[in-house]
């Protein structure tokens, strides 16, 4: 089992920043693949950026050039910094890692709000 326990969301104006951060605890030695989804209001979830444990990045379209997903293996912990954030980036933004031998876990998520 792994347990996820994010941090960091909040409300900001357009054009503002926020860090996400998302540390893992437990069995965390097979932890491959760690990132970020988001889910809008009457919207279906949808994958914002991952890295996997070897630094390989993969981020939506909508937020490449102004979203950088890191990670920090020594404290197991991955985040999410998100720069020049617009109004349809507000959403409910969950953590997630997906294990060598196949499970995924899910943080229990973190409100983003952006304001116009």
């Known amino acids: 089992q792994v347990q996820l326990v994010e941090s960091g969301g909040g409300l900001v104006q357009a054009g503002g920043s926020l860090r996400l951060s998302c540390a893992a605890s437990?069995?965390?030695?097979?932890?491959?693949?760690m990132g970020w989804y988001r889910q809008a209001p009457g919207k279906q979830r949808e994958l914002v950026a991952a890295?996997?444990?070897?630094?390989?990045?993969n981020y939506a379209d909508s937020v490449k050039g102004r979203f950088t997903i890191s990670r920090d293996n020594a404290k197991n912990t991955v985040y999410l910094q998100m720069n020049s954030l617009k109004p349809e980036d507000t959403a409910v933004y969950y953590c997630y890692t997906n294990m060598q031998y196949g499970n995924r876990y899910w943080g229990q998520g973190t409100q983003v709000t952006v304001s116009s």
């Open positions: 890295i996997s444990s070897g630094g390989n990045t």
């Open positions: 437990g069995s965390i030695f097979s932890i491959n693949v």
